[in-house]
């Protein structure tokens, strides 16, 4: 028998995040050498994350930190497998975590990310990922990152919506002083995340993609059986109107219908007495685009009932 108690078993849990099951099977197997356990159980942790890699992460939260000055921000996505443990203190404070880094970092793509070392633990990403996937007992990814750095004079703002299920960014360009533009800012943000536009303006809205949702429109107005005189006319109406869905300058303003986006970045330019503009935005909602894997509840319980016999 393996010379360690109940405390041990517990002490290497509260150091490891590990289950107890796994940190008794750890301490046996490593006849009870305490450090021997650590190792033991983070190389298993590896291996853990290995195996949980072919599981399906569409949970998760989307966060947004902006740096103190407000000149750089990012925008991060983490997905792990039940909303459960997307809100759970680990995993949140992992993704905080994961967003300081990102925001201290000139990395441009998740590979590299994943290479970054924490400055205050000295691990990298990858090995926190890992650590955490063994610690839950979920798949855990670095699913994406945006990152915004502002060299003119504005501000960039942020936006979080249902404690992470959406996050947004928008970088504001203006020689007014920043905290005269900070409430336009959190609404304009406010309203990306409500009104999901795809660009800032008519000008950015590809043209290849207009002359596609053209070809849609016409089609669409010869099948309602309109004469070909208006369809020209009907089709300039309907793309108006598509253009106040895509693009954010020109769709209502959520706080005031009776007013568009570009109407009140200009009165709060004629407020402040400078120039304003949008000149970008990201918008994450979290888990869109990944397909969900859909369980039976009921057979899934039944399946671990089996295992634990």
């Known amino acids: 028998m393996a010379n360690f108690s109940n405390q041990d078993v517990m002490k290497l849990r509260e150091q490891t995040g590990v289950g107890m099951m796994d940190c008794k099977k750890a301490l046996v197997e490593t006849n009870g050498n305490f450090e021997e356990a650590i190792k033991y159980l983070r190389e298993k942790g590896m291996a853990s994350a290995a195996k949980k890699a072919s599981r399906v992460a569409a949970e998760g939260i989307v966060n947004c930190v902006v740096s103190a000055d407000k000149k750089t921000a990012v925008a991060v996505e983490v997905n792990c497998e039940t909303d459960f443990v997307a809100r759970s203190e680990q995993f949140v404070a992992l993704v905080d975590n994961i967003a ?37 007992g979920e798949k855990i990814s670095l699913r994406r990152f945006t990152k915004f750095a502002l060299s003119d004079a504005g501000l960039i703002s942020s936006y979080i919506h249902m404690g992470g299920k959406i996050g947004v960014l928008a970088e504001i360009n203006s020689k007014a002083k920043q905290e005269d533009l900070m409430e336009l800012a959190f609404n304009i943000c406010m309203q990306i995340a409500a009104s999901k536009p795809q660009v800032v303006g008519i000008a950015d809205v590809d043209a290849s993609q207009l002359e596609a949702e053209k070809e849609i429109l016409t089609v669409q107005a010869r099948n309602e059986g309109k004469p070909e005189a208006i ?13 106040k869905e895509v693009c954010l300058l020109e769709q209502e303003y959520v706080r005031d219908s009776a007013l568009s986006v570009k109407q009140v970045i200009a009165d709060t330019a ?18 869109e685009g990944i397909e969900k894997r859909v369980d039976n509840f009921v057979d ?10």
């Open 300 to 309: 899934e319980i039944a399946e671990q009932l089996k295992s634990i016999k």
């Open 231 to 243: 369809i020209g006319k009907m089709v300039e109406g309907r793309i108006h109107k598509y253009y």
């Open 270 to 287: 004629k407020a402040v007495g400078a120039d304003i503009t949008v000149t970008r935005f990201v918008r994450y909602e979290m888990g």
């Open 100 to 136: 300081a880094i990102l925001l201290s970092t000139n990395a441009t793509t998740v590979e590299q990310v994943l290479e970054v070392s924490c400055p205050k633990c000295g691990k990298t990403v990858n090995v926190l990922i890992a650590e955490a996937t063994a610690a839950i």
